[in-house]
């Protein structure tokens, strides 16, 4: 008899996400480099609704009509880190505009593609500096990147340039890989 492993996973807790199973790459000069350093990346969700009650009911009803999406950074400031220098530079020049957005992919690697790589999305956002130079250890800075834009979804492949999934290439587009249940 077959079993269902979701009903498996379900009771023995199977399969749990670390949070270093899902990465973010930030383009530079049209490559992809792991976000590494970063001592804080946490995205939250912010909704708008439409709520209304109407006259022949007796409780309210909410739709979301919109979803966007911050996520605060922090990171250690390394140098000849593409992506620390890129941010950096927002910070120092003090960019607005399109001169202050960028893409971020977050892949997640437990979400394995048909054929190779991993499930991405990937979107623009605009870097909204905030501080400089916090601790006393190393240099910090920290901000929040808010969405600029639709998310979309793709497929990330590790660099043949690079190793370690230290800079990807990110396709549009996604098709998952299918698991077979005992």
């Known amino acids: 008899m077959a079993t269902d ?4 996973n379900l009771q ?14 930030f383009k530079v000069n049209e490559k992809y480099y792991r976000m590494k350093g970063f ?18 009911e007796t409780s309210s009803r909410t739709d979301t009509t919109g979803i966007t999406s911050s996520t ?12 620390h220098e890129a941010i950096q530079e927002i910070f120092d020049k003090e960019k607005i505009g399109n001169d202050a957005t960028c893409e971020i992919v977050v892949v997640d690697f437990a979400k394995p593609a048909k054929t190779a ?3 991405a999305l990937s979107r623009k956002y605009t870097i909204v500096a905030d501080t400089e130079g916090d601790g006393t ?14 998310v979309e979804e793709g497929t990330a492949t590790e660099d043949t340039d690079a190793k370690d999934w230290l800079a990807i290439k990110y396709t549009k587009g996604f098709e998952p890989k299918t698991v077979s249940v005992d």
Do not use: C, M, W
């Open 117 to 119: 790589g991993f499930y």
């Open 72 to 83: 605060s950074f922090a990171f250690d400031k390394y140098t000849d880190n593409p992506v």
């Open 5 to 8: 492993k979701n009903i498996t």
């Open 39 to 56: 001592t804080e990346l946490s995205t939250s969700k912010e909704a708008q609704e439409y709520e209304r009650t109407y006259v022949d």
């Open 137 to 150: 250890d190393a240099y910090q800075y920290s901000g929040t990147f808010k969405a600029n834009g639709a």
């Open 12 to 25: 023995e807790f199977k399969g749990l996400v670390l949070r270093s199973g899902k990465v973010s790459f």
